[in-house]
């Protein structure tokens, strides 16, 4: 799909990967819907769109408000015309030892990070459907294709989740003229971490699940602009699964073809929270 002359709606625009994906996008021609809960970076990011000679709504939108969704679609349909494409990646991690977690912060995780993502669907999909045209992009990460850490379990669940759903949307929307993408990004240099939660966790156990995390996802981090371009990319040669690092492809093949081999991995790992992934044919893979 061709993003000259589109409308995009990317909600947590106003930071990190949302922020670099609307970059690309206007790079690539299309006016940009920014939505965020964050106003000052909303009007900074929304002047960076500007600057480029694009067309710029800039929403406040809490993904996790039924209403903010709904109002966030019909704002942008009013103010720039027919979305095109619609990015999902508004998103929250939540950590910690799991025995604290409450549910209410459960629902807070699941809520933004997957819940967000049906809000998305559900506001845009029926405009699309009906024009028989769009582009959805749900940003997972590689936590939902590969479970980083036990203390991470609230975000791995929603990240699994989204990987699913995604997975089933891009079958559903097909026979409409409507293309998928799923984004999983390992390590990205973002402010992800301004709005965590780390619940029951000491600063010794912060920073071992961390370094496990780590250690599992491999690699370096990358910058979110470099991300945004991979997800230009991937839009217009309508590819479904987007991994911005490739190590990420060897790991999950690895999970793939022996779990239970995998898992004895992990487990053992837990005493040394940052050992290197075993080479082919090691470690029972």
């Known amino acids: 799909m061709k993003l000259a002359g589109e409308v995009a709606v990317i909600t947590g625009g106003a930071s990190g990967i949302g922020r670099g994906s609307a970059l690309a996008m206007a790079r690539a021609g299309a006016d940009i819907v920014l939505a ?3 106003e000052a970076r909303l009007a900074q990011v929304a002047a960076e769109v500007a600057a480029l000679g694009r067309r710029v709504l800039a929403v406040h939108c809490d993904v ?11 704002a942008a349909e009013a103010t720039l015309g027919p979305v095109s494409v619609l990015m999902n990646n508004a998103g929250v991690v939540l950590r910690g030892a799991l025995e604290s977690i409450a549910v209410a912060d459960w629902q807070w995780c699941l809520g933004i990070n997957v819940f967000g993502v049906i809000r998305g669907i559900h506001a845009f999909l029926p405009r699309m459907i ?10 997972g990460s590689v936590a939902g294709l590969v479970a980083l850490t036990g203390e991470g379990a609230p975000y791995v669940a929603s990240k699994f989740a989204v990987v699913g759903l995604t997975e089933a949307l891009a079958l559903y929307v097909r026979p409409f003229g409507i ?19 780390s619940i029951g966790m000491t600063p010794e156990r912060e920073q071992a699940e961390t370094r496990m995390a780590r250690a599992v996802q491999g690699g370096a981090e990358l910058e979110p602009e470099d991300v ?4 230009v990319a991937a ?16 790991l999950i093949r690895r999970r793939g073809q022996d779990l239970n081999a995998f898992l004895k991995f992990r487990f053992a790992s837990v005493s040394d929270p940052h050992p290197p992934l075993p080479r082919e044919g090691e470690g029972g893979f």
């Not at 945004?228 to 997800?231: A, I």
Request: include cysteine; charged fraction near 30%; glycine fraction near 12%.
């Open 36 to 38: 965020d809960v964050n």
């Open 64 to 74: 996790a408000r039924d209403d903010d969704v709904e109002a966030l679609a019909s």
């Open 130 to 139: 009906e024009r028989r045209r769009g582009y959805i992009v749900n940003t």
């Open 179 to 197: 293309g998928v993408s799923l984004l999983c990004p390992g390590g990205v240099r973002t402010n992800l971490g301004e709005t965590g939660r």
């Open 228 to 231: 945004g371009e991979r997800v």
């Open 235 to 250: 839009i217009m040669a309508e590819q479904f699964l987007i991994l911005p690092d490739e190590i990420h492809a060897d």
